[in-house]
């Protein structure tokens, strides 16, 4: 199971409101998309699943499997599958990609000891899986001797990104804004990443300002437009496009 629940979320950073009653639920095998302008949420959405110690939450709860993550940590939130891609990754020179990914890989592997996890004994067995999965999200096999995002161009970055969602096997996957900063090409294949990677016993969360790229995903199962720090309204794959037919002043929001 991979269910995440969100339930009437309040939120606030340094005594300022900005998530105002956030509901949420998604299944596995489930890909969403949240929408909104700058400034609706999205982004602090993203850094509350998984438990940024900036943002305060004042009421409200968010569930996985039925049961509340609140308490925990960030790594024991992630322990228990939870996955965020950043919009702008952070480059720690010195430290190896590969061994960065193995390192992650092992420690949610004992975390998720019940869950059909391959187990690699040797550091080859590991790459071998590692290359397997860089010809999944379009990366050179030189890519794994590189420093942690030292030198990425931004595709590289948020290919990388995918990458370690591909590597890691988490059970929610949010990935916030991944097609920022990106020309049209990077964005095609950074979707196509997305796709190769989606799992049926998995959800992914894309959060987007633009549906460009929601258009090269494989499929879509639900969009969610957020706005001053709410979710306004939900509906099937077609209402990206009509957002992006009629902008976000359709639903009486002033984009930004």
């Not at 988490?170 to 049209?184: A, K, T, V, Y």
């Not at 969009?223 to 009509?242: N, S």
């Amino acid at each position: 199971m991979a269910i995440l629940e969100i339930k009437d979320l309040h939120v606030q950073r340094d005594g300022k409101e900005i998530l105002k009653g956030v509901n949420l639920k998604t299944g596995p095998g489930e890909i969403h998309a949240i929408m909104g302008p700058n400034g609706s949420g999205k982004s602090t959405l993203s850094y509350t699943i998984l438990g940024h110690p900036k943002y305060e939450v004042t009421k409200g709860d968010i569930l996985l499997d039925g049961q509340s993550i609140l308490d925990l940590s960030t790594d024991e939130r992630s322990k228990k599958g939870l996955f965020l891609a950043f919009q702008y990754p952070t480059e720690v020179s010195g430290v190896g990609y590969s061994h960065f990914l193995r390192t992650a890989y092992n420690a949610l592997s004992k975390s998720l000891a019940d869950e059909k996890r391959e187990v690699f004994l040797t550091v080859r067995e590991f790459q071998n899986y590692l290359k397997k999965n860089l010809d999944e999200v379009g990366l050179k096999h030189d890519f794994l001797s590189r420093y942690l995002n030292e030198g990425f161009s931004g595709g590289e970055k948020k290919r990388s990104e995918v990458l370690q969602m591909a590597v890691l096997q988490p059970r929610i996957s949010i990935l916030d804004e991944p097609d920022s900063g990106l020309d049209i090409d990077a964005v095609q294949a950074v979707a196509k990443a997305i796709s190769a990677v989606s799992r049926k016993d998995a959800t992914v969360i894309v959060i987007t300002h633009y549906a460009r790229i929601l258009k090269f995903l494989d499929k879509l199962d639900y969009v969610h437009v957020m706005a001053q720090g709410k979710m306004i309204k939900e509906g099937p794959k077609e209402l990206a496009d009509e957002l992006e037919q009629k902008g976000y002043a359709w639903l009486g929001i002033q984009d930004t």
